[in-house]
């Protein structure tokens, strides 16, 4: 009924930049807090940031650093979440998924939802 679909993900040399992109489609109603998640090889899935309908955004406790490099955004109107990366290190090499709060037409409650992942590779 509802999909996320995450692109913009890729393979970049240290210091240069890449904007994600998700979009829901499917039987939506509205769409809550939206986010995004990394997780590296071995590690924990980590929250990076969050950003919900108004445009409040939060970003997760993963370093100074990402606060300063990283923006979330969205597009209402698309169903849209962005994530713009700059100065992106090696350490930022992980899978970055999108993650949505959605109530689906003829729901009452919202559901949550994850979109299939990107790869960002980051080289030094």
């Known amino acids: 009924q509802v999909q996320l679909v995450e692109s913009g993900g890729g393979l970049v040399q240290a210091g240069e930049s890449l904007r994600l992109s998700c979009a829901a489609s499917?039987?939506?109603?509205?769409?809550?807090?939206m986010g995004w998640y990394r997780q590296a090889p071995g590690k924990q899935r980590e929250l990076v940031a969050t950003?919900?309908?108004?445009?409040?955004?939060?970003?997760?406790d993963i370093g100074d650093s990402v606060k300063v490099r990283f923006t979330i955004s969205r597009d209402n109107a698309k169903n849209t979440v962005y994530l713009q990366m700059n100065s992106l290190k090696p350490e930022d090499t992980a899978v970055y998924y999108c993650?949505?709060?959605?109530?689906?037409?003829?729901?009452?409650?919202?559901?949550?939802?994850w979109g299939q992942g990107t790869q960002v590779t980051v080289s030094s």
């Open positions: 993650n949505a709060y959605i109530t689906v037409s003829g729901y009452h409650w919202p559901a949550r939802y």
């Open positions: 499917g039987s939506i109603f509205s769409i809550g807090t």
């Open positions: 950003i919900t309908s108004g445009g409040i955004a939060t970003y997760g």
